[in-house]
């Protein structure tokens, strides 16, 4: 089961049921939007979530790229992506979410070839505003799939205030032996895919009000259904990563963690740029900016002398196939090149200053302010900067 064969399995089994497929839109929100980058299948309807008709009717399916810095520091474990696509198919005031269970029970079982003995879900088990999620735990009891209630982890929101709603995660084994314990006990059982019963409005008080229409989204993320389904210990094994696994460690010798992380940094800031987007002071730039520094930061602690420059033209043409962006690898290399040569003059200023003896031991707050006031030197570079160089 390799990329293309699981988007097309996902999308075709919603396209038979109604789904229109919509085109994943850009990394960028629209202007109104204060939110840097989409986090989320979901972010990009929200208004058709909160009523409005959607001109291409109540029923979807598409896969979005989505970026999120919010696990930054996580990223060179197994799992955590900075840059990622979700699998997500919505009904809008439609059907009811016991269908949107049963169509991802029968996708799971016989479109992906799970076998039913390797689920586990989690159901919505209620809290002070509202009750417990029957509706799903009979459907789940129906199918023959076991059930765990959890409060907190089955509330799905995108935010302190606006759409939000009780879901349903689905579990799938991924140990050695046979399946054992449940998802809130044995890390082995892995969330692939979550179903929102999106039913609510959050206020600003915290109070709920009903939406207007009941809602199902469901969210699964590619790269981690990838892992699960090819057999994987992780998400840079997968075939997805095959370019990026054959020929980057023949470039830097990297330890996992560090291999993960610039291969990751330098994935995301691909698609960054690809969308448009160009390294700057504030806002998504500086987002774009911080990956790539953060990659210079690991390639250059053992060698200052490797360089974008070298990066094989494939890998770049790979990601931007891949993720449907315009624009051509030299554009692309060009902006990182570029970056890369700001942050080394930027590198040689600040371990200068650095230098000096009252920076030499730890730095207090004040030593920061002034350090980024006056030299222009971040936190987090003065922390890549010590790291580089002890």
Not at 293 to 318: A, I, N, Y
Not at 321 to 326: C, G, N, Q, S, T
Request: proline share 8%.
């Amino acid at each position: 089961m390799n990329t293309d064969r699981t988007l097309r399995t996902f999308t075709d089994f919603y396209v038979e049921r109604g789904h229109h497929l919509i085109t994943g839109s850009t990394l960028l929100p629209p202007p109104s939007d204060p939110v840097l980058f989409t986090t989320s299948g979901m972010h990009p309807l929200t208004p058709y979530l909160e009523g409005r008709p959607h001109p291409q009717g109540r029923r979807l399916v598409n896969v979005q790229r989505c970026l999120r810095t919010t696990d930054l520091e996580e990223v060179g474990d197994p799992t955590h992506l900075t840059v990622f696509e979700m699998l997500g198919s919505w009904s809008l005031g439609d059907y009811d979410h016991s269908r949107s269970l049963r169509w991802g029970h029968e996708l799971l079982r016989d479109g992906f070839g799970i076998p039913q003995r390797h689920l586990y879900v989690t159901v919505f088990g209620g809290d002070d505003q509202v009750g417990p999620d029957t509706e799903s735990l009979r459907t789940w009891e129906e199918l023959g799939v076991p059930v765990e209630p959890t409060v907190e982890d089955n509330w799905w929101s995108n935010g302190p205030v606006g759409p939000c709603g009780p879901d349903s995660e689905i579990f799938v084994w991924t140990g050695d032996t046979p399946p054992e314990g449940s998802p809130t006990t044995d890390p082995r059982w892995v969330e692939v895919w979550n179903h929102v019963g999106m039913r609510y409005r959050r206020q600003e008080d915290g109070s709920l009000s009903p939406l207007s229409q009941q809602n199902i989204d469901t969210g699964m993320g590619l790269e981690r259904l990838l892992t699960v389904l090819q057999g994987r210990g992780s998400v840079y094994e997968t075939d997805l990563f095959e370019p990026w696994t054959r020929l980057l460690p023949r470039l830097w010798d990297l330890d996992e963690p560090s291999f993960r992380l610039v291969c990751d940094h330098l994935r995301s800031g691909v698609v960054v740029i690809g969308d448009g987007v160009r390294p700057s002071p504030t806002g998504r730039g500086y987002v774009l900016r911080r990956l790539v520094r953060r990659l210079l930061t690991t390639l250059w602690q053992q060698d200052r002398g490797r360089t974008l420059s070298d990066l094989p033209r494939e890998l770049v043409e790979h990601t931007l196939d891949h993720f449907r962006l315009p624009g051509g690898t030299g554009p692309v290399l060009d902006v990182l090149l570029e970056e890369e040569g700001r942050f080394g003059k930027l590198l040689d200023r600040g371990h200068r200053v650095l230098s000096r003896p009252q920076y030499r031991g730890q730095l207090s707050e004040e030593d920061y302010h002034y350090l980024h006031d006056t030299h222009g030197l971040p936190r987090d570079l003065v922390v890549g900067l010590r790291s580089l160089h002890g």
